[in-house]
């Protein structure tokens, strides 16, 4: 497909806007293999409008998987390396004096892009951190009292490592409820590997997304008509209270010290309303809602630490909660 002929407008046919985005998991899997769970969460985040935080050991392909994702919908990526003494105004931008005009101009920074690639935010420490909550929230950076907007679509895509913990700052609850999704990354399965193995014995290079045959399948068009199509997904009553059921069930169980907030529950129904568009329908089932769960919300808890010594997780609390809410017929 030639985006710059193809692409359905934001008037466009939701149909064909809905199989360019399909494409996209062919496309993204010449170069990833076994991330299919992973590509759906992003591009879920980006007709939500949302951010998503990757969680996964090294070298299980999360940067690789967000620049795959930015060449197959022809967006632009840039990466930050957060480290410990990474200053706000290299994420945001500055101003710089120019000598030949004696002025200052703003230089922008790497947050100026469709697709941002945060790798380990939580090594930076919070003073950096919380230069992305601005961006994040309002699209907009803020330099010298000028508000400069962001280009859209505008994606945060921020990795974690969840085995190393020295040296580390963790995101605060208030930062992590800014991100719609939160993706672990899994270790591949044996065939998985063995697949991976195999493409680089063959001369597959993860710097060379175009050597490796990744085109663009989709554009900026496709998701502004996505996204018009997402807003009109219909949502019964039952749903929104099936909805809100599961947000204050996690405010009352006695494994968690914070539940879900009406934030949270916002974006619940919005990931529940994208995932039923993809799926091919125009409006919401109870299983939209179970599928999107855990993504949405194993970040927007915390647990007691009684109940972490026992090896519960949010996950596991969550599952429990879905498992005990009356579902709507």
């Known amino acids: 497909m030639d985006p710059t002929t193809d692409n359905a407008g934001p008037t466009g046919d939701p149909g064909t806007a809905r199989d360019a985005l399909e494409a996209l998991r062919a496309e993204i899997a010449k170069a990833v293999v076994g991330q299919d769970p992973a590509v759906t969460g992003l591009v879920v985040a980006l007709l939500c409008r949302g951010h998503v935080l990757l969680e996964g050991v090294p070298g299980v392909a999360k940067t690789l998987l967000v620049r795959a994702l930015a060449s197959a919908l022809e967006l632009e990526t840039k990466r930050v390396q957060f480290t410990p003494d990474l200053m706000p105004s290299d994420v945001t931008g500055s101003l710089v004096y120019d000598t030949r005009s004696a002025e200052f101009s703003f230089q922008p920074g790497p947050v100026f892009t469709n697709l941002l690639l945060a790798d380990e935010i939580n090594r930076t420490p919070p003073k950096t951190q919380s230069s992305l909550l601005e961006a994040m929230e309002e699209r907009q950076v803020t330099v010298d009292g000028t508000p400069r907007p ?47 193995l195999t493409r680089h014995a063959g001369g597959f290079d993860p710097r060379d997304l175009h050597a490796a045959g990744v085109r663009p399948v989709a554009g900026p068009a496709d998701l502004a008509a996505a996204r018009t199509a997402v807003a009109k997904t219909t949502v019964s009553p039952e749903i929104t209270a099936y909805v809100v059921d599961i947000c204050r069930a996690t405010r009352e169980s006695p494994s968690l010290t914070l539940g879900v907030s009406p934030r949270g529950a916002t974006a619940l129904l919005a990931t529940a309303r994208a995932w039923a568009w993809l799926t091919g329908r125009d409006y919401v089932i109870p299983d939209d809602v179970k599928a999107l769960a855990l993504p949405t919300l194993r970040h927007r808890v915390q647990l007691r630490p009684e109940a972490e010594m026992e090896g519960v997780t949010a996950d596991s609390v969550i599952n429990a909660i879905l498992a005990h809410v009356p579902v709507p017929r």
């Not at 921020?158 to 963790?170: C, K, L, R, S």
């Not at 991100?179 to 063995?194: A, G, N, V, W, Y």
């Open 150 to 196: 962001l280009p859209d679509p505008f994606l945060v895509a921020a990795t974690q490592n969840p085995v190393e913990y020295e040296g580390t700052y963790p995101l605060p609850e208030a930062q992590l409820d800014r991100f719609l999704l939160k993706l672990t990354i899994p270790l591949p399965s044996r065939q998985d590997e063995i697949d991976v």
